[in-house]
């Protein structure tokens, strides 16, 4: 019981994440639409989610250090976290990205 109260305070009030695509491809919007769907099943309204397109914006991969793409960043809670691919492997992203789901 104590260990999932301390598990209770530590999640975030909100996950911000990043999704970098490159245009309106299909692997791009099944990676959006996947991590929308993700977001809404397992997150509800605790996360937030900027899509950068890297063929209107390439300056912006610097900063996340993207070498592939679709790819999604978990901004905040810190540490950052990468997934590359269309994050359709449900588990694997909420594992990789460390994203809490709510308790059901």
Aim: charged letters at 30%.
């Amino acid at each position: 019981m104590e260990q999932e109260s301390e598990r209770l305070l530590k999640e975030p009030d909100v996950y911000k994440l990043r999704l970098y695509i490159a245009g309106q491809t299909p692997k791009s919007r099944l990676a959006f639409n996947n991590l929308k769907r993700i977001c809404e099943v397992y997150l509800a309204s605790k996360c937030q989610v900027e899509t950068i397109d890297l063929l209107k914006h390439p300056q912006l991969a610097k900063e996340d250090q993207i070498l592939a793409i679709p790819t999604v960043v978990r901004k905040f809670p810190l540490p950052v976290r990468k997934i590359i691919g269309d994050v359709s492997n449900t588990e694997r992203v909420l594992v990789g990205l460390d994203l809490v789901p709510l308790k059901e």
